[in-house]
Nanobody, 123 residues
């Protein structure tokens, strides 16, 4: 069983930046960030293959967010720039033990989940 722990959330003004981290306790294949805004369903944001060479983004974050990972540290990151109030959500990291496709954009592809970290963007 792999444990995932997110960190880096907080409150920033619109236009600002934040960097989220997700530390894994073991080896994983594709990893991803999902987010869930109040009253909405959890949605895919970005994913990265195990070797870090492939990434995939939702249209809502493409061009503003950058996903990366350091397999030596077993840590994944999400650099978020040009933040908007609509980016406000709880951000979850997820990891798969079976799939290594960055097109894994649905929750059922992921076996391990973090507890979530709150990101709030003020206007």
């Amino acid at each position: 069983q792999v444990q995932l722990v997110e960190s880096g959330g907080g409150l920033v003004q619109a236009g600002g930046s934040l960097r989220l981290s997700c530390a894994a306790s073991g080896r994983t294949l594709v990893m991803a960030w999902f987010r869930q805004a109040p009253g909405q369903e959890r949605e895919f944001a970005a994913s990265i293959s195990r070797n870090g060479m492939s990434t995939y983004y939702s249209d809502s974050v493409k061009g503003r967010f950058t996903i990366s990972r350091d397999n030596v540290k077993n840590t994944m990151y999400l650099e978020m720039n040009s933040l908007k109030p609509e980016d406000t959500a709880v951000y979850y990291c997820a990891a798969s033990r079976l799939f290594d496709s960055v097109r894994s954009t649905t929750s059922d592809k992921y076996d391990y989940w973090g507890q979530g970290t709150q990101v709030t963007i003020s206007s």
